[in-house]
């Protein structure tokens, strides 16, 4: 039976939705190994027990995370080599995705990025020209590096849960590396991450920096809250909330544009969404070619309205 | 690449000629995507506006420091080098060689790889956060791998400290939940988002300039690379099939009479959204 690794990157508390889907892709697959980075309490362990792991590999020194992204590579291979796994698992975080990259020149391997749906032969799909190709590929060499876009596969836990068994590597960091000097964590908006949202409200130019009601409306939905470039660089929202060409590409069930004229750029990064709805003051938008619905209105009035409305029914 | 020349800077930026992502892009019979309608890629104008502004805080060409462009690809390819030089670039290189068709992003690092080591050394070797055709991010990640040399990724911003033989980079990268700060000795590979400048046009008097600046041609053969090393040859992945994704239809599109926020919600409703 194949040994499928899975790379888990920062343990949290509990398991996030994305990891329990790269776990369950990989019980799939064959018998899951996790190579784990980061600090992990027993939550986080019974978690990753629930989907039948039975070996969790740890470095054997913090220094894997003080160096940017080398550590985690010169890790993940002592992983691969120890276990003998011929395909190894990847969240699609940039970081991840640079792992990955990393790894496939130690292992001699090919890495697939933004893997959307997964043959039993390995033939991986994914999006290409920001969602407007689906390509189909596949690793040419003995192991199999993907990284795995989250809400592409369905999170099922194993049959029978274990208690996993913790192993620690010695690992040789590389000579010549960049070193994380400082972090700060950023402020908890207690909604999604973007890449994992269902759902997205995202602004535009039209919000007028103004994303209160776009805010709430995501809350009743229990979405996250997107931006277009033209918004983060009038610094109406951070920059990580940016989708489109340059920033993130998403597809959750469902999008709603809110005053975006719809460029090229940002049709890129949401073309792909299952239902897309579209509320603009110009009913010339771009956006409303690709809406599955579309008014033509003052985000001001529609936005509460509907989300009163979504209180109203008791959703 | 080993040891950082002394006194000034020699800084390489990666740009890669890429399909106009304002028109339609299309991947061929071949499987290989079709580079009409090509521009330098947006984002390693990041890049290239990044070296000029590191080398304009130290001194400038005055001091020594050199801003060379790099491409790999087809002919037409030289079209990105050729605007880095009407930007600012000092002088530029362009790999061609038919074997490199189809290289995926391993191949490419390593055909970059084996270029820079030729060209080399240099302090900083500069590329965007990704290209807008593949899209990967890997080949940052792999330069510096092959090359042995640290990785500087997705920075938004970022310092020099000068001096000589130990100079120092800084630099702040953005994640969705924390900001990190990097510091990493040279030479180093570093990519930067498109977080960190305005990128510069060119101007008449650049684009004048540019005329006289010398653009070296170098085949696979030149710097020490078989052709199976590289193309699909070389690549540890191949594309199997490809589909344009289907156009989406219009939905319905609705004016506002007063109960469009309803609406919407009766729409979620029904799509069993809610």
């Not at chain 1, 460029?263 to 897309?276: C, F, L, R």
């Not at chain 2, 305005?198 to 008097?205: G, L, S, T, V, W």
Request: charged fraction near 20%.
């Amino acid at each position: 039976m194949t040994t499928v690794l899975v790379f888990l990157d920062h343990a949290g508390a509990s398991l996030a939705k994305s990891e329990r889907e790269l776990l369950s892709l990989g019980a799939s697959l064959g018998e899951v190994t996790v190579a784990l980075a980061g600090d992990a309490d027993q939550a986080y362990l019974d978690g990753v027990g629930s989907y039948g792991v039975q070996q969790v590999y740890r470095p054997d020194s913090a220094a894997v995370s003080e160096v940017l992204v080398a550590g985690k590579a010169a890790f993940l291979a002592e992983a691969v080599r120890t276990t003998g796994a011929g395909i190894v698992l990847l969240g699609n975080s940039y970081e991840a995705k640079e792992i990955a990259a990393r790894l496939g020149v130690r292992l001699g391997a090919g890495v697939i990025t933004d893997v959307v749906a997964l043959a039993a032969d390995l033939t991986a799909t994914k999006s290409d020209f920001a969602g407007s190709y689906t390509v189909d590929c596949r690793v040419t060499t003995d192991v199999a590096i993907l990284t795995v876009k989250p809400n592409s596969f369905d999170a099922i836990e194993a049959g029978g849960p274990s208690s996993p068994h913790e192993v620690r590597l010695p690992v040789d960091l590389p000579a010549a590396v960049a070193r994380v000097t400082g972090r700060v964590d950023k402020p908890v908006s207690g909604r999604p991450e973007l890449a994992e949202a269902r759902v997205i409200v995202a602004g535009g130019r039209g919000v007028n920096g103004d994303f209160t009601p776009l805010e709430a409306l995501a809350d009743a939905l229990g979405g996250a809250v997107g931006a277009s470039r033209a918004a983060t660089d009038a610094g109406w929202i951070e920059h990580s909330a940016q989708i489109g060409q340059t920033g993130k590409t998403v597809s959750p069930q469902l999008y709603i544009s809110v005053g975006i004229s719809g460029a090229i750029q940002q049709k890129a990064g949401m073309q792909t969404s299952k239902v897309i709805v579209a509320i603009n003051k110009d009913a010339d938008s771009p956006v409303f070619e690709i809406a599955d619905f579309g008014i033509v209105g003052d985000l001001f009035t529609v936005l509460p309205q509907a989300t009163e409305e979504i209180r109203k029914r008791g959703l | 690449m080993d040891e950082a020349t002394a006194g000034g800077l020699r800084i390489a930026v990666l740009v890669k000629h890429v399909p106009d992502a304002q028109f339609d892009r299309h991947i061929g019979e071949d499987l290989t995507t079709v580079r009409t309608e090509s521009i330098l890629s947006e984002l390693d104008e990041y890049a290239l506006e990044a070296a000029l502004q590191l080398v304009e805080a130290h001194g400038g060409a005055a001091a020594g420091h050199r801003v060379t462009a790099i491409t790999m690809g087809p002919a037409a390819a030289v079209g990105a080098v050729k605007k880095s030089l009407q930007i600012g670039a000092d002088d530029g290189v362009h790999l061609t060689d038919e074997a490199l068709t189809g290289s995926d992003a391993s191949a490419t690092s390593k055909a970059l790889a084996a270029l820079l080591r030729h060209l080399g050394p240099f302090d900083l070797i500069l590329t965007g956060m990704a290209s807008t055709d593949g899209e990967t991010s890997l080949v940052p990640a792999q330069l510096a791998e092959r090359l042995g040399l640290p990785q500087v990724t997705f920075a938004a911003s970022l310092e020099l400290t000068p001096g000589d033989g130990d100079r120092t980079l800084s630099a702040r990268r953005d994640n969705d939940t924390y900001a990190e700060t990097i510091e990493s000795s040279l030479p180093a590979v570093v990519s930067v988002t498109d977080q960190i400048n305005e990128p510069r046009y060119p101007n008449f008097k650049g684009i004048m300039a540019a005329k006289k600046k010398q653009i070296q041609v170098l085949s696979l053969a030149d710097i020490g690379l078989q052709q199976d090393e590289v193309g699909l040859a070389g690549s540890w992945t191949r594309v199997e099939a490809a589909a344009p994704r289907p156009p989406r239809n219009q939905g319905t599109v609705i004016t506002d009479e007063g109960d469009a926020g309803v609406r919407l919600v009766d729409f979620l409703a029904g799509q069993k959204l809610l």
